[in-house]
């Protein structure tokens, strides 16, 4: 009890440390994971002296908060901007997945003479991207939709298959022909309980009433969780189902669901703090630079040979320009994953996983600086930088039980084709109405002939039974104008 306030402010003094540090690394252009493994290091060993050396320990708090950050990265992945990119996503985290362990497998075999188990071993381990280090870093490069769906669905997907490759070489299991029906079990199994789990989710919590908007984001978030217990304990894929089950309650039309994104991304960026101080306190900076010149050989052989290949074979069937082929490549950063996916050989007990753990902690530092400071100017080097694109529209419900009827409230964002539709042109099915718009701080009832705006805050209220109607479209216009559906439009 005598060290419980010493505890609480030092975790309150790096929790608003990292804080600061988000501010830091995005006018640097890097992702800030750097910088909360150096206030690790601080807090380690070599610094004030804390020590912390337990990997199995580390092992499981680290995929609680992979869990976490996979939670989030689901509920804010928004389905009409990652849909035109799905076989793209999906090809690059599993084919490109496949084919970079094997690759950086054989040459780590040849280059350093690891046996073969090791060798595939680095390579499964640095398979996997990272959605915090590779989005913190796209939010300014400032390239198209596209490549960003693409990215963001490899980032949430590939940790799963990376994941089972890692358990089945470090448990020196017998690789033979069952071994792809059993990967493909687990990941076929993992979709399906997370489309369950988030398809019932989303069920219940539209029909429930709950006495407190705060439980909405507690409750969805319960949901991604027991859909990754459940995918662990049906010894299937649990990272994918917490990531399919995300995405699926994060595009249904959940109460409060700008509330339920706003605690998800808070708690994601706790997770990320959390998981990154963790190794940074692990880290022990007398062995990494032991380590320095096999970690380089490793990043070398990922940047320059496995990344571009895996990347150019699995694009193959979608016909890319070899300009985004270029950027898919060098945009495939690692990050905290590939270091958790680490301790699991360490806390094994596999022969050489110290220095693999080591050499990871190398290979992501020196990669995340030398990608970070280059990607934006290679968007621009290649021709892909675009200006700012148009959010999808937001548009949260709030339930009137009561009353049998809904609010929406309506952000029209930078680029939406709302801004400069009249009232009388915004075509609300009967049962709808735009009640109020806030406009600079003030609000007005509107008339026929007010014309929104961008920036623009609308208060729709609608009957229950027109609700999904009316959202489809306000998303319609929101993407198409007044003239929606002469294009074609519907909202869907």
């Keep these: 009890m005598d060290q419980l306030p010493v505890l609480l402010g030092v975790g309150g003094v790096v929790l608003l440390s990292s804080v600061v540090a988000v501010r830091v690394s995005i006018r640097l252009g890097f992702p800030s994971l750097l910088l909360y493994l150096a206030i690790g290091v601080v807090?380690?060993?070599?610094?004030?002296?804390?020590?912390?050396?337990?990997?199995?320990?580390?092992?499981?708090?680290?995929?609680?908060?992979?869990?976490?950050?996979?939670?989030?990265?689901?509920?804010?992945?928004?389905?009409?901007?990652?849909?035109?990119?799905?076989?793209?996503?999906?090809?690059?985290?599993?084919?490109?997945?496949?084919?970079s362990v094997a690759i950086t497998g054989a040459a780590l075999h040849w280059l350093l003479g690891l046996d073969w188990r090791l060798a595939l071993l680095w390579g499964a381990v640095l398979a996997s991207t990272d959605a915090a280090a590779v989005f913190s870093v796209l939010r300014s490069a400032g390239v198209g939709k596209r490549i960003v769906g693409t990215l963001e669905l490899e980032s949430g997907i590939n940790d799963a298959p990376a994941y089972i490759a890692v358990v089945v070489l470090a448990s020196g299991a017998t690789v033979d022909w069952s071994l792809p029906l059993l990967v493909i079990y687990e990941l076929a199994a993992g979709l399906g309980i997370g489309l369950l789990f988030g398809w019932l989710g989303a069920m219940a919590l539209r029909r429930a009433a709950l006495p407190a908007t705060g439980l909405y984001p507690l409750a969805t978030v319960a949901v991604c969780v027991v859909a990754y217990s459940s995918g662990q304990l049906a010894h299937a894929s649990g990272l994918l189902a917490t990531y399919v089950a995300g995405v699926v309650l994060g595009n249904s039309k959940l109460p409060h669901r700008s509330d339920t994104l706003s605690f998800a991304e808070g708690l994601g960026w706790l997770a990320q703090i959390g998981l990154f101080v963790l190794l940074g306190l692990f880290a022990s900076p007398s062995r990494l630079l032991e380590t320095l010149v096999p970690g380089l050989v490793a990043g070398a052989v990922v940047l320059l040979l496995a990344r571009p290949l895996s990347v150019v074979l699995s694009m193959l069937p979608f016909r890319l320009p070899w300009r985004e082929q270029a950027f898919l490549s060098w945009a495939g950063l690692r990050g905290a994953v590939p270091i958790v996916l680490a301790m699991i050989p360490l806390s094994e007990g596999v022969p050489g996983a110290e220095q693999l753990v080591d050499a990871v902690f190398v290979l992501v530092i020196v990669l995340t600086l030398l990608q970070g400071a280059t990607l934006s100017p290679l968007a621009r080097l290649l021709g892909l930088a675009k200006p700012a694109e148009a959010y999808e529209i937001e548009v949260d419900a709030a339930p009137l039980d009561e009353l049998g009827a809904e609010l929406l409230q309506v952000r029209i964002q930078k680029g939406s084709k709302l801004h400069g539709v009249y009232i009388s042109e915004l075509g609300l099915p009967v049962g709808a109405t735009v009640s109020l718009i806030v406009r600079s701080g003030a609000g007005f009832t509107p008339q026929k002939t007010s014309r929104l705006q961008v920036a623009d805050q609308l208060l729709v209220v609608t009957t229950a039974s027109v609700r999904d109607a009316a959202e489809r479209r306000i998303r319609a216009v929101d993407r198409a104008g007044r003239l929606a559906r002469w294009r074609g439009e519907d909202g869907r």
């Excluded at 610094?47 to 976490?68: C, Y």
């Excluded at 804010?76 to 799905?86: D, E, G, M």
């Design 43 to 99: 807090l380690g060993e070599s610094g004030f002296g804390i020590r912390f050396d337990n990997p199995a320990l580390t092992q499981s708090l680290g995929l609680a908060a992979l869990v976490m950050i996979l939670t989030e990265g689901g509920l804010t992945t928004r389905w009409a901007s990652v849909k035109p990119s799905l076989g793209r996503g999906i090809a690059l985290s599993t084919v490109a997945v496949v084919l």
